[in-house]
């Protein structure tokens, strides 16, 4: 038995060892245990290799504001663990997750105990608690987000009302495959027989594999400017970018999200189509005020953040190469007046010489490379000194490279901390704790 959050989430984590795993058997072999939540929930599944954060929190406000109860299950964490279960934004409280631990410890030993499903890993069974907590709690909806892939991940037990495919990229390439269309074999794997699927900004070869296994499903497809469209217009006067919004119900103007980026509209544009496609399903009448209201409501930790004014702190979790790309084009667009100092590590796992070589783009940058606390984290060796670039410096210490980055900044500066969503959570903690703006409160 476990007494505190910490407990429950130490034992959550004991099951780390057992890594990612693709294949439903163990999963499926938890949920029969309890009852197969996953086929009482009502849900939405969203896969992609980027923006898949973004437009779960897009569509969660915008349903939330249609007056929707909305359970979301999203990894990875940026401020608490619990953040990955929650309800209209609200975290699963520590006494909650304790309660389900307790009854799923007992359930996991005896699974271990058969030779088929033993080892079921961390991701499997908070997926199983996840839908476990959301049919207790009686949402309307819960938008589940896909760990990894799509066809194998644990969350393709669900039987959803709509299903969302946000980008394909290179990314995780020793799982899912190393070529775009085999990638979007193993996303297009959530879609299900005769129920839509709201596609993204997706290379051509990969959506031509999306839309076969659409066809084949006989799944109603809804493709980024084909059946809806989205024209960016401007940065917004404040913070956040402006678009327009047409599908065959008509034209939206003007429409303002709360997150900054040229890629920002195209997975707000993503976000109302889905809520779209949920209301007619459902028989809701389809308010504009809720997807106006809800994408200004959308708030995104670690996403183009901005932590600081003055100085100007961004945060931005771009952690593989088709992130980065997309950080290096706003950046280039919307902040070329700055000097800009980057404080950037990521996981040895990734194509960290590309991420590096993009980061060089940026006019005026000055890049400042470093390691951080966690498995598989870069380590600094040579062949970053050896840059041919005198703009990349190695730090040993993140922390004493970020208190030099900000002991020099003036309004004319601007600091940057990318690369891993793990990385950028820590430097946002130390961040958030010297009061935002790098000095202690």
């Known amino acids: 038995m476990v007494k505190t959050g910490n407990e429950a989430i130490a034992w959550i984590h004991s099951r780390l060892p057992f890594g990612s795993r693709p294949g439903l058997e163990r999963v499926n072999g938890l949920l029969e245990l309890v009852g197969h939540p996953e086929d009482k929930v009502p849900t939405i599944h969203i896969a ?8 779960v929190s897009y569509l969660r406000e915008m349903l939330q504001e249609a007056g929707i109860t909305v359970g979301t299950y999203t990894s990875p964490y940026i401020e608490a663990f619990n953040e990955r279960i929650a309800i209209d934004g609200k975290h699963i409280s520590d006494e909650e ?25 961390e991701f499997e069974t908070l997926t199983a608690m996840a839908l476990d907590y959301f049919l207790e709690k009686e949402v309307d909806v819960a938008i ?25 990229g ?35 070869n990969a959506l031509q594999v999306i839309q076969q296994t659409a066809a084949e499903k006989r799944a109603p ?31 939206l103007t003007n429409l303002k999200t709360a997150l900054i980026g040229r890629h920002q509209p195209e997975n707000a544009g993503m976000a109302i189509q889905l809520f779209e496609c ?10 504009e005020k809720a997807i106006r209201n809800g994408l200004k409501e959308t708030h995104w930790p670690a996403r183009m953040e901005r932590l600081s004014k003055e100085p100007l702190i961004l945060l931005d979790g771009a952690h593989n190469t088709h992130a980065m790309r997309r950080l290096v084009e706003t950046m280039k667009k919307e902040f070329k007046e700055y000097k800009v100092s980057i404080l950037f590590s990521a996981l040895s796992t990734k194509n960290v ?28 060796d040579d062949k970053f000194e050896n840059t041919a670039d ?13 208190g030099e980055i900000l002991e020099k900044m003036t309004d004319e500066d601007l600091l940057l901390v990318t690369g891993s969503l793990y990385f950028v959570s820590d430097v946002r903690s130390l961040l958030l704790e010297m009061g935002g703006d790098g000095h202690a409160d």
């Open 48 to 55: 992609g290799t980027n923006g898949k954060g973004s437009t």
């Open 97 to 121: 997750l304790v309660t389900l631990v307790n009854k799923y410890q007992p359930l996991v030993a005896q699974l271990d105990a058969k030779e088929e499903v033993k080892g079921i890993t």
């Open 144 to 168: 589940i987000e896909v760990g990894l892939g799509g066809l194998l991940d644990s969350t393709n037990v669900v039987k959803p009302l709509l299903c969302g495919i946000t980008t394909i």
């Open 170 to 204: 290179m990314d995780h390439t020793e799982i899912l495959g190393d070529t775009l269309e085999a990638i979007a074999y193993q996303k297009a794997g959530i879609i299900k027989p005769g129920i839509p699927v709201v596609t993204g900004n997706i290379p051509v």
């Open 221 to 251: 497809i809804y493709r980024y400017e084909k059946e809806y469209h989205v024209n960016y217009k401007h940065p917004a006067d404040e913070w956040g970018e402006v678009f327009d919004f047409l599908n065959e119900r008509g034209k």
């Open 278 to 287: 949920y209301c007619q399903i459902k028989g809701i009448p389809i308010e």
């Open 353 to 380: 010489d590309e991420m590096l070589a993009l980061l060089l783009e940026i006019p005026n940058a000055k890049i400042y490379v470093t390691t951080f606390d966690y498995p598989k984290a870069l380590e600094l």
């Open 390 to 402: 005198k703009r990349v410096t190695i730090v040993s210490l993140w922390q004493f490279g970020l």
